[in-house]
T-cell receptor, first 114, second 114 residues
Framework: DAGVIQSPRHEVTEMGQEVTLRCKPI?????LFWYRQTMMRGLELLIY????????DSGMPEDRFSAKMPNASFSTLKIQPSEPRDSAVYFC????????????FGQGTRLTVV | GNSVTQMEGPVTLSEEAFLTINCTYTATGYPSLFWYVQYPGEGLQLLLK?????DKGSNKGFEATYRKETTSFHLEKGSVQVSDSAVYFCALSPLNSGYSTLTFGKGTMLLVSP
């Protein structure tokens, strides 16, 4: 398996524009996570899915953020409208549903909102 | 709730020095414990893990022992290399029958000079 695949790797957009980040989890994994990493806040869990169903989105900072998982092999994180403070590295991760299971991370999308 | 506390960095060492990065946790029950490493420009990857008390996880010369009595999981390496320069994250995953997510510490940057 190629691992967790995220696209794009880098995204630069203007304030107010819509941004869509994409993730393909490892085949067979039950969980999918979206994290945001900044210098100030470290690694934050935004939302996670189990079997394509959103379980906890309490980490989503505002209504401008939304995430979907239409099938087991694809998820999106959308920001509309984007703001400069959304600039961060966004990671997608997936794991199996079992105790002690590790999470496998993608390489991240570096988002810059100008 | 669950939490992980790591020593703040950066930790600056010379090559071949001994490394310790402290990690303590708060959790109900007996969680699984992990150390992840993030090299520059990359996502997090699992370095080692331990799933029960007194277990020792080890990989690439790194090791950590699950200490229930002190709720700690300190990372050690006898002789660091320049290539070990990275950010290290301690994390826990609660053992329960429900959904499982990782709780991360804030990360500790390690800088190794030749």
């Amino acid at each position: 398996d190629a691992g967790v695949i995220q696209s794009p790797r880098h995204e630069v957009t203007e304030m107010g524009q819509e941004v869509t980040l994409r993730c393909k989890p490892i085949s067979g994994h039950d969980y999918l996570f979206w994290y945001r990493q900044t210098m100030m806040r470290g690694l934050e869990l935004l939302i996670y899915f189990n079997n394509n169903v959103p379980i906890d989105d309490s980490g989503m900072p505002e209504d401008r953020f939304s995430a979907k998982m239409p099938n087991a092999s694809f998820s999106t994180l959308k920001i509309q409208p984007s703001e400069p403070r959304d600039s961060a590295v966004y990671f997608c991760a997936s794991s199996l549903f079992k105790s002690g299971a590790e999470a496998f991370f993608g390489q991240g999308t570096r988002l810059t909102v100008v | 709730g669950n939490s992980v506390t790591q020593m703040e960095g950066p930790v600056t060492l010379s090559e071949e020095a001994f490394l310790t990065i402290n990690c303590t946790y708060t959790a109900t029950g007996y969680p699984s414990l992990f150390w992840y490493v993030q090299y520059p420009g990359e996502g997090l990857q699992l370095l080692l893990k331990a799933t029960k008390a007194d277990d020792k996880g080890s990989n690439k010369g790194f090791e950590a022992t699950y200490r229930k009595e002190t709720t700690s999981f300190h990372l050690e390496k006898g002789s660091v290399q320049v290539s070990d320069s990275a950010v290290y994250f301690c994390a826990l995953s609660p053992l329960n029958s429900g959904y499982s997510t990782l709780t991360f510490g804030k990360g500790t940057m390690l800088l190794v000079s030749p």
